[in-house]
């Protein structure tokens, strides 16, 4: 195990399984079997990319709240609010105006990504599955707090999105690194209408979901409607 696997391990303690040089299959199928144990047990699983900068973000927000606080302090979090905070900064800077373009027909994203190393088209080298002890899965980032930097939002308000996107489209952050989340929905939008709605709360929480992704707010939405993986990531 490496030092960075390791140092993540201990500072969470929480239940986990290591795959080390795995593939997708192995992985992914032992998160569904995990998936349907934690329903009868009490967890969620998290597939988890281990890192140096990842250990950093969650040492520094551990030192700052605990757990219990990050989900107490969400409770404080109107979402609503936050997107309309969000989308009036966006109208007025220049430089986060995206073009709305078009409605297109697209593939749906069904596949996790974020623990894929791009370069060799395979999990990372190590990875961590963990036992996140909730019966309440929006309450998964504040178990594994990192975020508030590089644009990404602080844990709390991820968990207050967390909670939103899963009333209404039963969204279960699934996948966590240093620098992303990955979501896997269950009831994802099926119509356009839906879709953009959901585009543009997606841009607010992550606006490099468009500029450095889809391009344009309906493209996005093209790619969201029937989509179970929604990816964001911030650089």
Same mark, same amino acid.
């Given at each position: 195990m490496k030092k960075s696997t390791e140092d993540i391990v201990n500072i969470l303690n929480y239940k986990y399984e290591v795959f080390e040089s795995s593939v997708r299959e192995i992985i992914e199928n032992r998160y569904s079997e995990l998936y349907k144990e934690g329903k009868k047990k009490g967890f969620y699983p998290l597939i988890v990319v281990p890192s140096d900068?990842?250990?950093?973000? %969650?040492?520094? +927000? %551990?030192?700052?709240?605990? /757990?219990?606080?990050?989900? *107490?302090?969400?409770?404080?979090?109107?979402?609503?609010?936050?997107?309309? =905070? *969000?989308?009036?900064?966006?109208?007025?800077?220049?430089?986060?105006?995206?073009?709305?373009?078009?409605?297109?027909?697209? !593939?749906? +994203?069904? #596949?996790?990504?974020?623990? $894929?190393? =791009?370069? !060799?088209?395979?999990?990372?080298?190590?990875?961590?599955?963990?036992?996140?002890? /909730? @019966? *309440?899965?929006?309450?998964?980032?504040?178990?594994?707090?990192?975020?508030? #930097? +590089?644009?990404?939002?602080?844990?709390? !308000?991820?968990?207050?999105?967390?909670? #939103?996107?899963? @009333?209404?489209? @039963?969204? $279960?952050? !699934?996948? $966590? /690194?240093?620098?992303?989340?990955?979501?896997?929905?269950?009831?994802?939008?099926? +119509?356009?209408?839906?879709?953009? *709605?959901?585009? #543009?709360?997606?841009?607010?929480?992550?606006?490099?979901?468009?500029?450095?992704?889809?391009? =344009?707010? @309906?493209?996005?939405?093209?790619?969201?409607?029937?989509? /179970?993986?929604?990816?964001?990531?911030?650089?």
């Amino acid at each position: 195990m490496k030092k960075s696997t390791e140092d993540i391990v201990n500072i969470l303690n929480y239940k986990y399984e290591v795959f080390e040089s795995s593939v997708r299959e192995i992985i992914e199928n032992r998160y569904s079997e995990l998936y349907k144990e934690g329903k009868k047990k009490g967890f969620y699983p998290l597939i988890v990319v281990p890192s140096d900068v990842l250990y950093d973000a %969650l040492s520094v +927000n %551990l030192e700052l709240s605990s /757990t219990k606080e990050f989900i *107490k302090f969400s409770e404080d979090i109107d979402v609503e609010k936050f997107f309309n =905070s *969000k989308r009036s900064y966006y109208d007025f800077m220049q430089e986060y105006q995206v073009p709305l373009g078009d409605f297109s027909l697209e !593939t749906a +994203n069904d #596949y996790l990504n974020e623990y $894929i190393d =791009s370069d !060799t088209s395979h999990p990372f080298e190590e990875i961590l599955i963990l036992e996140i002890p /909730t @019966r *309440k899965p929006w309450e998964i980032p504040g178990y594994i707090p990192m975020g508030g #930097y +590089n644009e990404c939002p602080a844990p709390d !308000t991820q968990i207050a999105v967390s909670e #939103y996107w899963y @009333r209404n489209y @039963r969204a $279960i952050p !699934t996948v $966590i /690194t240093a620098n992303s989340i990955e979501f896997m929905a269950e009831a994802p939008p099926q +119509n356009f209408q839906d879709a953009e *709605k959901l585009a #543009y709360e997606q841009y607010l929480f992550c606006n490099e979901v468009v500029s450095d992704g889809a391009g =344009s707010l @309906r493209k996005l939405a093209s790619i969201l409607k029937d989509s /179970t993986v929604w990816s964001f990531w911030w650089e």
